[in-house]
């Protein structure tokens, strides 16, 4: 198991402020992600769950710089990237580099393939026109696409093979860490396995460490090593793979583990159907962020917020953990 952190997120907190009233005076703000805390390990796949607007699309433009933060740290070599200038947020765009949920919005629709995975090469990297071809062939190969799909157009390619173009790209700068924000989620289903054994292969080759962020914790389950389970903004749970899987500790990851196919009908987890919506970010539930929709809700749910509960493999925050 990897054990040297590559990042360290310390209280990492994320508000949007919108404006209302009369000439927009007054500012609103909305709280999407609250003092989180996180490591992620070199050579790891950390996978992160939750349903859409718990801020795990947040989390990860905020480790890209892509928005600001509001407070905390994100620590990488030595260095808060909440403090770097322009010319070391470029430096870091080279070590840190997404891919995202739809290929065909994400790639430029006007550049033929192998202007879009060279493109990174051209602007960060002074190579020859021959280092380029070298560099062109080798992405190719790695990503399972063939030299006819150069010359191609982002809407000549099918879905698995445009988003094998957007990895392409993001190794271009062979980087060592990976956002992956639902790579698979636009996909077919039989794309969607071909795309998760690409990505294994490729973490294996070059040493990468994943950030894999789904909807669905099926999908997580066959390519991290850890899961952070994330609601309204905080971090629910928090263990290895095998873990989480074997014996969820919090009532949203077991409502969450029991919507998941099992392979083995032997093992078939009974249903646990979550009533109500997600509540809004703007204003979350007193207490426990999850007491509105938790089947196992207690009186202290309501006005005091669970705090972590360790396990030997993971942690997570539920005051029925601590015997109350
Ligand atoms: Fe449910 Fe209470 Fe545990 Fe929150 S603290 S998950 S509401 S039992």
Redesign the pocket.
């Known amino acids: 198991m990897a054990t040297t952190p590559l990042i360290t997120i310390n209280k990492l907190t994320k508000d949007y402020v919108s404006r209302g009233g009369l000439l927009g005076r007054q500012r609103n703000a909305v709280r999407v992600i609250e003092d989180l805390d996180l490591t992620i390990y070199e050579g790891e796949t950390l996978g992160i769950v939750g349903e859409s607007g718990c801020g795990k699309s947040t989390l990860a433009n905020t480790l890209l710089r892509l928005i600001s933060a509001t407070s905390g740290e994100i620590n990488y070599n030595g260095a808060n990237i909440l403090d770097l200038d322009k010319a070391a947020l470029r430096d870091l765009r080279q070590h840190f580099q997404m891919v995202f949920q739809n290929p065909f919005t994400s790639l430029n629709p006007r550049m033929r393939v192998g202007d879009i995975i060279a493109e990174p090469l051209r602007t960060h990297l002074s190579l020859s026109s021959r280092e380029i071809m070298e560099e062109l062939s080798r992405l190719l190969s790695e990503c399972g696409l063939k030299d006819e799909h150069l010359g191609r157009y982002p809407h000549e390619l099918s879905g698995g093979q445009a988003q094998r173009v957007a990895i392409a790209r993001a190794l271009a700068l062979r980087p060592k860490f990976l956002i992956l924000d639902e790579p698979t989620s636009a996909l077919d289903v039989s794309v969607q396995a071909q795309i998760i054994n690409l990505l294994v292969r490729l973490q294996k080759r070059n040493g990468l460490t994943y950030l894999f962020i789904s909807h669905d914790i099926g999908v997580v389950q066959h390519i991290a090593d850890r899961i952070a389970v994330m609601y309204l903004g905080e971090i629910?749970e928090m263990g290895t793979s095998e873990a989480v899987f074997a014996n969820p500790q919090?009532?949203?990851t077991q409502a969450l583990l029991s919507a998941t196919p099992q392979p083995d009908t032997n093992a078939a987890r009974e249903r646990i159907v979550l009533s109500g919506n997600v509540p809004s970010v703007a204003d979350p539930p007193s207490?426990?962020?999850?007491?509105t929709r938790?089947?196992?809700?207690?009186a202290?749910?309501?006005t005091d917020a669970?705090t972590k509960v360790r396990s030997e493999s993971g942690w997570a925050?539920?005051?029925?953990?601590t015997g109350v």
């Open positions: 629910v919090h009532p949203y207490g426990c962020r999850f007491h938790c089947p196992h809700i207690i202290q749910c309501k669970p925050t539920c005051h029925l953990l």
